[in-house]
């Protein structure tokens, strides 16, 4: 069949195959309707067409994100030492306070450090395509992205992940404050084929 042909003889019992192609440059949904006519016919004879365009993406809403969150922050001490806990008017994730100058390289046979040094995010793919993620620290990126060039205290594990549809994976979060100072950084996610990062404020 000729490319862009859009008039055909037809035989009595002969077919023709009609290839439609789908091209978008914006995600969402899309619906077109075809218009047949008939040399004789009284009537055109319609065929509705939908598509979808979408990226592939995770859940970023608090709630799947993080195991524990508060709407706001206590105004007064020691209430508003918050431990381990998503405040959503300040949209970060609070650690809390944390013993400075614990070695990292214990982390993986510490159990208790391992407990109190680290805390667990839910990443969940609620798309329709496979994930591959990828972690970093906005700290870690080059000057002209954004990276401050400074030595995070955060450890992030695993670095990448491969999530299957409606999958659920753990991305550990590790915090080693070296002085006693407060601390804040970004955990960016990059998923293949998606143009736009996912940002976990820490």
């Avoid at 055909?8 to 023709?16: D, Y």
């Avoid at 978008?24 to 939908?50: D, H, I, M, N, P």
């Avoid at 208790?112 to 994930?131: D, E, P």
């Avoid at 960016?188 to 990062?197: A, E, G, M, S």
Wanted: net charge neutral.
């Amino acid at each position: 069949m000729a490319k862009d042909q859009t008039r055909w003889v037809l035989g009595p019992k002969e077919s023709r195959k009609v290839y439609v192609k789908f091209f978008s440059q914006r995600t969402g949904s899309f619906s077109q309707v075809l218009k047949f006519e008939v040399v004789g016919a009284l009537r055109t004879f319609e065929l509705s067409l939908q598509a979808g365009c979408e990226f592939p993406t995770i859940n970023s809403f608090y709630r799947n994100v993080f195991m524990t969150h508060k709407k706001t922050r206590p105004a007064q001490q020691p209430e508003s030492l918050l431990a381990k806990t998503f405040v959503v008017s300040e949209n970060t994730f609070d650690f809390g306070p944390l013993l400075i100058k614990k070695d990292p390289e214990r982390r993986a046979t510490d159990a208790t450090m391992r407990q109190v040094n680290s805390s667990v995010l839910q990443i969940t793919n609620n798309g329709k395509y496979k994930v591959e993620a990828a972690f970093t620290l906005a700290s870690t990126l080059p000057a002209d992205e954004g990276g401050s060039g400074e030595k995070s205290p955060f450890i992030l594990e695993p670095e990448t992940m491969e999530l299957e549809v409606d999958e659920t994976k753990h991305l550990t979060v590790f915090a080693f404050p070296e002085q006693a100072r407060l601390y804040k950084d970004e955990i960016v996610c990059l998923l293949k084929d998606n143009p736009n990062p996912t940002v976990f404020c820490i």
